[in-house]
């Protein structure tokens, strides 16, 4: 399945990388901070064409879909088309196409794609997790020697409070840490030992589902703040750790 749906992803970030002008190309969701460009629509619309004929019977669930799809029932496409929209508007380079595929509820297959870096980051339930073919492991530093990443849960503002909170807590005891706009790719530098954990008090599905496939396959440790499972039909919490610092959790005010 990896080996099919790798080379589709691969595509939809030509179409990143084709971007001119974007900014003159993107209009507002929901607030100045919730963007969407005409080249989520068109990766998204690229997907949904590819991916869905891979697994019959499949529904497709987008960011930018309109259609009622249901994740937790049956094989589904968990699909971000372009992870870090406001990056990708200001020409940071820094995003990616995020795609998961679940069955009844669980993700079995993950795949985040930096076309800027040419960085293919894949993960099947059971088998691993992989950097352009190659086998990562999370690090095994302590939060003490560590790096963390966090996000700003920027469409949910009442979490400014305890993201602050949180941050202040981990940054006293760690060396640094980094908010970089992209979940996906935050997650995927947890998996691979850039970062030692990561932190966002709200994500969608299609921010998280694939990332957090990845992390465990490298090793890692994923749930909520709260310490439950993800989900895949709702905005939830989440907390990415190597094992070293996976009880650090409990130890903090969340």
Not at 145 to 153: D, L, N, R
Not at 173 to 186: E, M, N, V
Request: one cysteine or more; glycine letters at 8%; charged letters at 25%.
């Amino acid at each position: 399945m990896l080996e099919q749906i790798i080379p589709i992803i691969r595509e939809a970030g030509r179409i990143v990388l084709s971007a001119r002008d974007a900014a003159a190309r993107t209009r507002e969701k929901t607030s100045a901070a919730d963007l969407v460009t005409e080249y989520d629509l068109a990766v998204e619309t690229f997907l949904k064409e590819k991916l869905p004929p891979l697994v019959p019977g499949s529904v497709f669930f987008g960011e930018e879909e309109e259609e009622n799809a249901d994740p937790s029932r049956g094989w589904a496409f968990i699909v971000d088309p372009i992870d870090g929209t406001t990056n990708f508007v200001r020409g940071l380079r820094q995003s990616a196409v995020s795609v998961a595929l679940a069955h009844d509820g669980t993700v079995e297959y993950g795949v985040v794609y930096d076309p800027y870096k040419d960085e293919m980051f894949s993960a099947r339930r059971g088998g691993g997790a992989f950097l352009n073919g190659q086998p990562i492991r999370v690090s095994r530093r302590p939060i003490e020697q560590g790096v963390f990443g966090m996000g700003t849960a920027i469409y949910r503002r009442e979490y400014l409070e305890p993201t602050m909170r949180l941050t202040e807590q981990l940054f006293r005891r760690s060396c640094d840490f980094r908010r970089l706009g992209a979940a996906a790719l935050d997650l995927c530098n947890v998996a691979c030992g850039r970062t030692d954990l990561f932190f966002e008090y709200s994500l969608c599905p299609w921010d998280q589902a694939a990332g957090s496939l990845i992390v465990t396959e490298a090793g890692g440790f994923v749930c909520t703040l709260e310490g439950g499972p993800l989900s895949l039909t709702d905005r939830c919490s989440v907390w990415a750790s190597n094992q070293v610092n996976k009880d650090l959790l409990h130890e903090l005010e969340v």
